[in-house]
């Protein structure tokens, strides 16, 4: 079995681009946190309507569902930091709108709704970027996988401190200054991305289409199992597993008996399960074993929801979320780091883009269908129905381990990659070797 060193967690914070990267991004984050309570915690205020929590999470996220393969047909032949500086300025001037209009007391859902799909539209083109220009930011292929851990460590830490956060301010002075702050806050990403001194990346030169060039990702990321299964569990997932958070404003209030403090304690303890997962990827030196745990992550999150729909108490609910939390990081960063190891550069941003589409693209139809079956049923039985989904896709993907072994390993037998684990994430042929004790 393979144990993690800690002595090696933090390695790809030697590299100066993925420094700026993570502490600009650090603070990013937290304000985006903050942004996405208060937003959740105003609609409910507002309307007092299930709902519409779920249609505000749809318009939000469906934008990612549409776009996403364009967008990665962008970073393929575009400069990846520019199009990353472009969303992080178009999602600073979002906020800013956000908190004008809220601190004027002049906001309804019927702003809410525009100003979400808008941010979803820039998320759409942001997040495939994004995770596509990871690889850019270190010099050595081998510390992909920790930075990808890294970054998801970073987005959990944010996820921890943004919502707790985000419960007192909203006690305090009220939701438009959440937004406020996370507008300021993009600046300190803005200034890393500025300041850092990048390759110039070669782009095989092309006079397809982008169009074409979607057709040729779609091809090359469904005709190859490995890719194609992981992707269809990440949408099964984000259908039926990640619409759990438009619901924590109800479990807060009308569940728990409590306000916005509870709904941050509730967000920051997802935060925390995440958090553990993500260092604990980030120890590892090596992809060997992280096919296995794609399926067992997903039972862990499936089972946790499942557990916190029975809990009428802060107490038990707690724990529930954080090894939700748990689970889910360890699916979606497992799944990353996989995705990007066996995917040839060329590709990088349009199988990062069909990513975006399973994670974040899917999850709007299960809002939808969150926000609406609990309006007719209750939160509860919602995130019980939903959490036995997550559950049942991973029966179904763990049935296909065996297969996905046997299509990789003649590829990267080929290439002459070394099954022995060294230092660093090795190639994907290690999924094909025996499964650790």
């Not at 557990?307 to 889910?328: D, V």
């Not at 129905?385 to 763990?398: E, K, R």
């Amino acid at each position: 079995m393979i144990l993690p060193d800690f002595k090696s967690t933090f390695r790809a914070l030697r590299y100066r681009n993925f420094r700026l990267f993570f502490g600009g991004q650090i603070i990013s984050l937290i304000g985006t946190w903050m942004q996405q309570v208060a937003l959740a915690w105003l609609v409910y205020r507002l309307t007092n309507s299930a709902a519409l929590l779920g249609l505000v999470g749809f318009v939000s996220q469906f934008p990612a569902f549409i776009f996403s393969p364009f967008a990665g047909a962008i970073a393929d032949r575009f400069d990846r930091r520019r199009i990353v500086i472009a969303t992080q300025i178009l999602a600073m001037i979002q906020a800013a709108i956000l908190a004008i209009l809220t601190l004027t007391g002049t906001i309804t859902v019927w702003h809410i709704l525009p100003l979400g799909f808008l941010l979803g539209l820039i998320n759409s083109f942001d997040m495939p970027t994004r995770q596509s220009f990871m690889l850019e930011m270190i010099d050595n292929r081998e510390d992909l996988g920790n930075a990808i851990a890294l970054n998801s460590s970073m987005v959990n830490s944010a996820r921890l401190l943004g919502p707790s956060a985000a419960g007192i301010i909203i006690a305090l002075v009220g939701e438009g200054f959440c937004f406020l702050l996370n507008a300021v806050s993009f600046i300190a990403v803005i200034a890393g991305l500025l300041a850092m001194k990048i390759k110039p990346q070669k782009k095989s030169p092309t006079t397809s289409s982008i169009a074409t060039g979607m057709k040729e990702g779609f091809r090359y990321a469904f005709s190859f199992a490995p890719i194609r299964d992981i992707l269809l569990l990440l949408a099964l997932v984000s259908v039926m597993g990640m619409p759990y958070v438009v619901l924590m404003p109800i479990f807060a209030r009308d569940v728990l008996h409590g306000g916005p403090q509870m709904l941050g304690f509730l967000m920051a303890s997802i935060g925390i399960g995440a958090l553990i997962a993500a260092l604990m990827l980030a120890s590892r030196k090596s992809v060997r074993g992280l096919g296995k745990m794609i399926p067992i992550s997903s039972v862990i999150f499936g089972g946790g929801l499942i557990a916190f729909s029975f809990s009428r108490t802060e107490w038990l609910s707690i724990p529930m979320l954080l090894i939700s939390g748990y689970g889910m990081m360890t699916l979606m960063a497992s799944s990353n780091t996989i995705l990007q190891t066996i995917t040839d550069d060329d590709k990088r941003g349009r199988v990062m883009s069909f990513y975006t589409m399973a994670f974040m693209g899917m999850t709007p139809f299960g809002s939808l269908l969150a926000g609406s079956l609990a309006g007719q049923i209750g939160a509860p039985y919602t995130l019980l129905i939903t959490g036995s989904f997550c559950v049942f896709g991973a029966i179904l993907f763990a049935r296909q381990l065996p297969q996905i072994r046997k299509l990789i390993r003649p590829i990267y037998t080929r290439m002459g990659i070394i099954p022995e684990v060294n230092t660093g994430i090795q190639s994907a042929s290690q999924l094909t070797i025996p499964p650790e004790d």
